[in-house]
């Protein structure tokens, strides 16, 4: 296996982001300075999981999943000066979407659900919205050439999810 794309919060220089490539199957993780071990950044998972091993073997029921472009938002996304970003991750549905991330490695928010690639996102100087790269399909049809999509009010989307999740931040 191999690392790649490593990146460090700019709201925190402990926190180093990363992904894990084994197989074809991209691994995204979150380490903190200092703490032994890091943790997948995973939205199909229920809880924060610690693997010693990053180039473990893949799972065979994820045969080509994909977790990462990890983009960090470079301010603090609510009135509680939390951590988050942007990823990409491939999800239950097999399909790569755009999530928003929390630093704690426990929200995790599915912000696009359309049929075809979604990646690269990049925030906004702001910290305000969200732009992502699509390549959009029809189902049954051809899919369509890469265009740009804006995700707006992300800090909103936060607090709309929290409301309908309330335990999930404590």
Do not use: M
């Amino acid at each position: 296996g191999e690392l790649a794309n490593p990146s460090v919060s700019p709201l925190d220089r402990h926190l180093i982001a990363f992904e894990s490539i084994v197989e074809r199957v991209h691994r995204l993780w979150i380490k903190r300075e200092g703490r032994e071990k890091p943790f997948r950044v995973n939205p199909r998972i229920e809880k924060e999981e610690e693997v010693e091993d990053v180039f473990a073997k893949k799972p065979e029921s994820l045969e080509a999943s994909y977790d990462g472009d990890l983009a960090w938002c470079p301010v603090p996304l609510t009135d509680r000066r939390e951590i988050w970003f942007a990823f990409v991750s491939s999800g239950e549905a097999q399909n790569q979407d755009i999530y928003l991330g929390h630093a704690n490695g426990r929200e995790f928010i599915r912000l696009t659900k359309q049929l075809g690639i979604d990646h690269q996102p990049c925030w906004s100087p702001t910290g305000k919205s969200l732009v992502y790269v699509s390549a959009r399909r029809k189902i049954g049809g051809p899919e369509e050439p890469s265009d740009l999509y804006l995700i707006q009010d992300v800090a909103d989307i936060v607090e709309r999810y929290r409301e309908n999740h309330p335990n999930i931040g404590d």
